[in-house]
Every structure is written in C-alpha cells, then in structure tokens.
C-alpha cells in the first residue's frame, strides 16, 4: 500500500540538519522544503494529504486550494499561521505541539536574567580584549551586579513555561508572584498592575491575543521599579516596543531582555536595535537540540494518531 503524500513547507528552523526525519518518511511519503515563499505554497502542496508548517502562513485561500488536503500539523505550539476556521469547514483538523519546549525556554529566561544581572558576556570579552591584565587590582566590574535572592519574581501567565519559571525563580532564593485570573493554592497571585508595581523582574509567559497585545505599555513601564528587569520569551507584540525603547533611552529600566520581537527578523532601523540595556536573542529559546527532538517525535505521533482515524492536538 502506498503511503500518504506529507509536505513540509519549511522545515529548516526545526531540522537544519542534526535530526533524523526517517521516522517521518516511515509513516508517509515526504516531501520536504526548507523555506516556502507564500506565492509557492500551494504549487508545493497539491496533492498532499498531510501537510505540515511552522512559520508558513495556510491561509483560507491555500486551504480552498488544495482539495486533496485532509490534515495539517503546525510544527510548533502556537498556531495563529493557519485558518483554523477555515479548515475546520473542510473537515480538516489542525494539530499543534505543546510543551515540548518548557525546559529549554525556562532556562533561557535565566541565561538572560543571569547575562542582565551579571554582565558575564561583556566581562569575559573585556577579560579577552587584556583588560584584567592591565589591572592594578586583582579583579574588577563595569557594571552592577545584582544578586537575585531576595528580588521579587513577577510572572505574567502561569501556564507549564510560567511555572517552570517560578521553581527556578525560588531555587535562587527569589519571592515569585504571579498575574493569574483563576486563583490556585499555593500561587501567591496579584493584580496586573500590582505585578509591574512591585516586581524587580517581570517574566512574559502568556499568551497574545487581542486582550494582552500591548499588555506591556508606557503606563505599565512607568509603573516599574527604576532598574527593575524586563524579560519576553513568549510573543513580541505583547510589547509595545516604541514605549519600551522611550522607557530604555529615558534610563527608566535596570535593563531588557527580549528572546521575540513584533516582526521576526526584525528590520535593521528597529527601535529596539539601538536601545541601551537591551539584550536581544534571535527567538531561540525553544530550539535546544532536546526541544526539536521532542517536537519532531510529537509531530510523527501527530501524524500516525492521525493516519490511524484518531487526530491528537487538535486546536480547530
């Protein structure tokens, strides 16, 4: 029997060559792109019966397009790059991937917040440029250094990646509290703005929709404790960069560090760019070789639960 015609639209971010797409091609027969220009899509994708994205956007008209479609996989958690309604009209269910990236992008929170804190990056470097050689002392620091035990943890959603968040937070010795709108015990919750009011670090966790676009603005900035932290693993546009980057030129923050962006990849002339304070990472808290592991292998399970009459992770 044949096996099943599967395209990938752009699967380089996932596998840019150190994992092992067999198990897939095991299940289906695969066709596989790096990257799909949108005005290629559907050319790519017809007669597909399974077809997976990450970042390629499958609007309504590639849906309509492709009628030998039955199934698409995001290869990701979020998946807003897809017309879940139209495909649910199609009958076509839509899967996502959740939690594969929880450690991964815990950790990365704090190898920003430690780089903010302790400005390793930049005394190494100095260290390396003969700095500490020429020194009269036998060490030396351009910069703060800020202990974390004791500082207030402020996280803004509690889902699997805010909690994770919160245990580190408290293995450093820090108060962790959390904006949540269902009570939980043991979960010391505050109002929003009392959150931005009294945290020295502020962690983004939650989700965007219409409600937190700009949940980070000029009035929650000014709220903040002068030299407080500010760190967004989650979507960019829960900030409103053009205030973030006043709020940084005006010296109100400790510092920000920033793993997404409103546009990715950014343009040149983004205000944020030339910022003082502000550490950007190019969106790769989720990809350390363990994450993409577990991702790929819930995208086969995906797709066997799906060839098997029983979708999985479906979110239309």
Not at 26 to 44: G, K, L, Q, W
Not at 82 to 108: F, K, L, M, W
Not at 224 to 237: E, H, S
Request: some cysteine.
């Amino acid at each position: 029997m044949s096996l099943p015609r599967l395209v990938i639209l752009d699967g380089h971010t996932l596998n840019p060559g150190d994992l092992d797409w067999g198990p897939l091609r095991a299940v289906a027969e695969c066709t596989i792109f790096d990257r799909s220009p949108a005005a290629d899509v559907v050319a790519r994708a017809q007669g597909a019966r399974l077809l997976l994205t990450n970042k390629t956007p499958v609007p309504r008209a590639v849906i309509e397009a492709l009628p030998e479609l039955k199934f698409i996989g995001v290869l990701a958690t979020g998946w807003n790059v897809v017309d879940g309604a139209a495909a649910r009209e199609r009958g076509i269910p839509v899967s996502n991937v959740p939690g594969y990236g929880t450690a991964s992008v815990a950790q990365h929170v704090f190898a920003l917040l430690l780089e903010l804190t302790q400005q390793t990056g930049h005394h190494a470097r100095t260290v390396r440029e003969g700095r500490w050689s020429g020194q009269p002392d036998f060490c030396y620091w351009d910069t703060p250094l800020v202990e974390l035990a004791g500082k207030t943890l402020g996280i803004v959603g509690w889902g699997s990646i805010g909690q994770a968040v919160g245990r580190i937070g408290e293995a450093f010795g820090m108060k962790v509290i959390t904006a949540t709108r269902t009570p939980r015990e043991g979960v010391n919750g505050v109002a929003l703005n009392e959150l931005f009011a009294t945290a020295d670090v502020v962690s983004l966790h939650c989700p965007l929709t219409p409600e937190t676009q700009h949940l980070v603005n000029a009035d929650r900035l000014a709220a903040m404790k002068p030299g407080a932290f500010l760190i967004n693993t989650g979507r960019g546009p829960l900030i409103d960069e053009a205030a973030l980057a006043a709020a940084l030129h005006a010296g109100r923050l400790g510092g920000v560090a920033l793993d997404v962006l409103s546009v990715e990849p950014p343009p040149a002339d983004h205000p944020l760019l030339a910022s003082p304070r502000c550490l950007i990472t190019p969106h790769l808290a989720w990809a350390t070789l363990a994450a993409r592991q577990r991702l790929l292998d819930q995208v086969v399970e995906n797709v066997r639960a799906f060839l098997a009459g029983a979708p999985r992770c479906v979110v239309n």
